[in-house]
């Protein structure tokens, strides 16, 4: 039983019980909720009536539910693989989406593509993508120009051929996405004047860098030569100068986490990221100090449920170190995962916050 409690407590029981009375089928596969009254386990969407919360009990599987003795529903099938009936309907209308990224697509079009109601429609494209169907062309969007202007030499040509009718649209929304202006992305960076300092960490040497805007890295190695280079090949093109005693708040703030407390004032980012990355790194800094989450739950979290490496990924390219929590999520096993700053800092860390609420 002590083994279960542990699950549980990965589990985040709260979230889990959300999901079942709202019968969120998006987290269907990522746990199972067993009625201590009944001895009977289901999948989070099963239709059957709500428990009392007092008798419920969550686990990551069929498999440990029922080594814990409780047997499989006979209406929801907790064993097989959900499947959302609508899958396929909404792939479509993304593919749809997709080839017409320079048209004004309406709900009303939409839903009747899909043969659905509108209503249902709208529900069934948030529940499986995450996202409505204007933020999904936003995204695409944004992709394809991103991918333009790599290629091209003038933004208003990847600009049109990435569907947008102005440039007024793009620039509004690009220093969210892009974290600069598209032509600065362009340029690699060019034009960009950044600070930076290193300090001596419980992690070893840790940097922090800023633009005006906000803090645009945080890293942690071995020696502050490494940490400098790395920060170069980030930003090969900006303006990059050492700033000793300017960024002294914010590297207290990065230190306090590191320690595993809880840093006051806000720490402002500068970060740049897709629309997907974005999402995924939102969803970190929900994530409460000495808690963890795994890899596939924060895709679920998200709404991209299949998207398990694609968050990972994410994690990985997170330029934030502690800043941005990567560190709080691990392997749907239990065991760490990787860390882009190492693994035995990514323990040092959770150990850390630990403490420090312990405390």
Same mark, same amino acid.
């Given at each position: 039983?002590k083994?279960?409690?542990?699950q549980?407590?990965?589990?985040n029981?709260e ?8 019968h *969120? ?10 009625v201590? %009254?009944?001895?009977i386990?289901c999948?989070p %969407?099963?239709p059957s009536?709500?428990p009392r919360?007092?008798? #419920?009990v969550?686990?990551?599987?069929p *498999?440990?539910?029922e ?11 907790p ?10 309907r /909404? ?6 989406i997709e ?6 697509l309406?709900?009303p079009?939409?839903?009747a ?6 209503f ?7 529940r /499986? ?16 120009v991103? %991918?333009?202007?790599?290629k091209?030499?003038n ?18 929304n ?6 600069? #202006? $598209?032509a600065?992305?362009?340029?690699g960076?060019?034009?960009m ?5 290193t ?13 005006p ?8 190695? *071995?020696?502050?030569?490494?940490l ?7 930003y $090969?093109?900006?303006? /990059?100068r050492r ?14 986490r590191?320690?595993?407390? #809880? ?5 402002p980012?500068?970060v740049?990221?897709t ?7 939102q ?7 000495g808690?963890?989450?795994s890899?596939a739950?924060v895709?679920?979290? /998200?709404?991209?449920?299949r998207?398990v ?13 502690v ?5 709080r ?16 800092r ?6 850390a916050?630990?403490a420090a609420?312990?405390?």
């Amino acid at each position: 039983m002590k083994h279960n409690k542990v699950q549980i407590r990965r589990l985040n029981p709260e979230r889990c019980w959300r999901a079942v009375q709202s019968h *969120d089928a998006r987290w269907d596969g990522a746990f199972v909720y067993a009625v201590r %009254s009944t001895g009977i386990y289901c999948r989070p %969407s099963c239709p059957s009536r709500r428990p009392r919360r007092r008798f #419920t009990v969550f686990f990551f599987g069929p *498999d440990a539910a029922e080594r814990a003795g409780f047997r499989a529903c006979l209406r929801c099938h907790p064993r097989g693989r959900a499947a959302d009936p609508l899958a396929s309907r /909404i792939e479509q209308i993304c593919r749809f989406i997709e080839a017409r990224l320079d048209e004004k697509l309406t709900l009303p079009e939409l839903s009747a593509r899909a043969g659905l109601s509108l209503f249902r429609f709208l529900r069934a494209f948030q529940r /499986i993508t995450g996202i409505t169907p204007r933020q999904y062309a936003a995204a695409c969007r944004l992709r394809a120009v991103k %991918s333009g202007l790599r290629k091209e030499t003038n933004v208003t040509f990847a600009l049109y051929d990435a569907g947008y009718s102005s440039s007024s649209r793009l620039y509004e929304n690009a220093p969210a996405l892009l974290g600069m #202006t $598209p032509a600065t992305y362009q340029r690699g960076g060019a034009g960009m004047s950044i600070r930076y300092s290193t300090t001596a960490s419980p992690l070893g040497s840790l940097l922090v860098a800023a633009t005006p805007r906000g803090v645009c890295m945080v890293s942690l190695g *071995d020696s502050e030569q490494s940490l400098e280079l790395a920060l170069k090949r980030e930003y $090969p093109l900006a303006q /990059i100068r050492r700033d000793s005693n300017g960024l002294q708040t914010w590297i207290r703030s990065v230190l306090a986490r590191v320690e595993g407390k #809880t840093p006051s004032g806000h720490l402002p980012l500068d970060v740049q990221a897709t629309a997907f990355q974005h999402r995924v790194w939102q969803e970190l800094l929900s994530i409460p100090r000495g808690s963890t989450q795994s890899y596939a739950e924060v895709a679920r979290a /998200i709404g991209r449920p299949r998207a398990v490496r694609a968050v990972a990924r994410a994690c990985a390219t997170n330029p934030a170190a502690v800043v941005i929590p990567c560190h709080r999520v691990l392997r749907s096993n239990g065991e760490l995962g990787g860390y882009r700053w190492g693994r035995d800092r990514k323990s040092a860390l959770l150990r850390a916050e630990m403490a420090a609420i312990a405390n």
